[in-house]
């Protein structure tokens, strides 16, 4: 019971943690065009003080970024090491609110123009920290370049297809295959990635722009990750055979089912014969 219910609140997580990335970049240009304004439409001797709305906000931002940070820790509580630079930031964010909402009451009394200078200036990095917080987060749910991916086709590289090629249209010559070659993938290979991969290299999922869930993408050169006919050499090969308890493992351990010895053998005997 207990436990369902911190999983529960732990899930929220991916709901409220949109209010404070809102609230604080709102706040901030709020204040930043208040601030900007020129000083004849304040009373001239006083020194910047911050807004109502600017305070509201900055308010909610406190309450949900302190449930966000709370949540966020039981979401991830038992997550792998990849979760521990967003939660660093996200742990920063919880300070740094906190810190701003001091000096924006500090910066409510003052008479002098330092402590409004701190405020704007919290305000500003809370601002910046919070959204980069949300990207790091967003990196973990989608995947790694999710956002920017289709302004790298859009740029310089070649758009890779969205669909994979129909298997019945696959020509083997395409991609320096033999028959039997192409076979053993189909066959073998691809149910592996299919069953251990896919779920992280896929056309949802395609992390660091690998994608495992058709063969045109595994062989794609621009990517690297396989030298024809040498194991040894493939960055596939190494990742999948490093130890078990190595950080880099492939599929990562806390999140996928790993590979069994035969698995890996027929993944590495496969790059080997790419070279005949
Ligand atoms: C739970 C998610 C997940 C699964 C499952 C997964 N990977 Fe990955 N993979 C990642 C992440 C995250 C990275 C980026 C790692 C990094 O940048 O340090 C990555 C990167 C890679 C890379 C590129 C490394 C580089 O330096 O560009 C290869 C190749 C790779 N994985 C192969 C595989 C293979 C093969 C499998 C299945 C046997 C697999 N992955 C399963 C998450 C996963």
Not at 76 to 85: I, M, Q, Y
Not at 211 to 233: K, M, N, Q, S, W
Not at 251 to 263: G, K, R
């Amino acid at each position: 019971m207990l436990e369902h219910l911190t999983e529960f609140i732990g899930r929220t997580h991916l709901v409220v943690l949109h209010f404070p990335i809102a609230l604080l970049i709102v706040a901030a240009l709020i204040e930043l065009s208040r601030a900007l304004t020129p000083r004849i439409q304040r009373r001239a001797a006083e020194p910047f003080r911050p807004g109502i709305t600017a305070i509201t906000l900055v308010a909610i931002a406190l309450l949900s970024t302190a449930y966000a940070v709370v949540s966020g820790l039981i979401l991830g509580f038992d997550e792998p090491a990849k979760v521990d630079l967003h939660r660093i930031f996200g742990i920063a964010t919880g300070v740094l609110v906190l810190a701003l909402c001091v000096s924006m009451l500090a910066a409510l009394r003052a008479t002098s123009r330092t402590p409004a200078l701190i405020y704007l200036a919290l305000l500003g990095i809370s601002a910046v920290v919070v959204g980069y917080t949300g990207h790091l987060g967003g990196n973990l749910t989608h995947g790694t370049g999710f956002i920017t991916r289709p302004l790298a086709h859009i740029f310089n590289r070649e758009p890779a297809a969205a669909d994979p090629i129909p298997i019945a249209t696959l020509n083997p010559a395409d991609f320096a295959l033999s028959q039997a070659q192409l076979d053993t993938y189909l066959d073998t290979i691809q149910p592996i990635f299919d069953n251990h991969c896919i779920e992280c290299h896929g056309a949802e999922k395609a992390e660091n722009d690998v994608r495992l869930d058709a063969i045109e993408y595994v062989l794609d050169p621009t990517l690297e990750i396989l030298v024809h006919g040498d194991a040894d050499a493939s960055e596939i090969v190494y990742l999948i055979e490093l130890p078990t308890g190595d950080p880099d493992i492939m599929p990562p351990e806390d999140d996928a089912d790993p590979l069994n010895p035969d698995q890996i053998e027929a993944i590495r005997a496969w790059v080997e014969s790419l070279g005949s």
